[in-house]
């Protein structure tokens, strides 16, 4: 199974400060750090592909300190603005930018990866996917009230929070449910138009 997340921030005591339901649900940097792997582990089996996009951890020299707390062998990791360059030494891949055909069922999807949210991406009037992180969730209500159907979603485990009310990854799976299958719903309706982010019919 593949996996999405973002902005895990371990080992960065600020971001308790920046972020007000992290300040709510943890008492320190060392409980959000065990709940967030821990929640990774819960769900990502080891054999599974986890895509982390961005901020994975505050300080590069713990960095292996926490790939290795996580048991998933595979880990990619889309450069955040936090990620030093060293990062590449604990994790499968390292790249700013990842556009990849994934297969769900007997479909293809093409999926942009980016730590950042973008307002254009390749193949996106062909029905391609964006994923991202950075943000932390709170521009997703006006993002989806100014382009409806759109297929891009912060997948950051703040978004996550927000929409699940777990810090969680999502998996490939919700990730078409969320974006592809609710579009094709909307697209039935006669009286509807697509949106400026959508697919003509």
């Known amino acids: 199974m593949i996996w999405f997340t973002a902005d895990t921030h371990f080992g960065h005591t600020g ?20 709940q967030l792997i821990d929640q990774i582990n819960s769900l990502v089996r080891p054999n599974d592909e986890l895509w982390h996009l961005g901020d994975f951890c505050w300080k590069a020299s713990r960095a292996g300190h926490y790939r290795q707390r996580l048991n998933v062998r595979k880990l990619h990791v889309c450069q955040g603005n936090h990620d030093p360059k060293s990062l590449r030494n604990h994790v499968s891949s390292l790249r700013d930018m990842v556009c990849s055909k994934f297969s769900y069922g007997d479909e293809t999807f093409k999926i942009h990866l980016c730590h950042y949210p973008l307002l254009s991406w390749r193949a996106l009037h062909y029905g391609s996917i964006h994923l991202y992180g950075h943000s932390h969730g709170i521009y997703e209500d006006k993002l989806d009230e100014i382009f409806p159907g759109r297929r891009a979603m912060d997948v950051g485990v703040d978004a996550m929070f927000r929409l699940t009310g777990m810090w969680r990854p999502i998996c490939l799976d919700e990730v078409i449910g969320r974006l592809v299958q609710n579009e094709r719903l909307l697209l039935t309706r006669a009286d509807r138009l697509p949106g400026p982010f959508e697919r003509s019919r």
């Open 15 to 34: 971001i308790l400060a920046h972020q007000p339901e992290r300040v709510n649900a943890f008492g320190c940097v060392e409980e959000m750090d065990t």
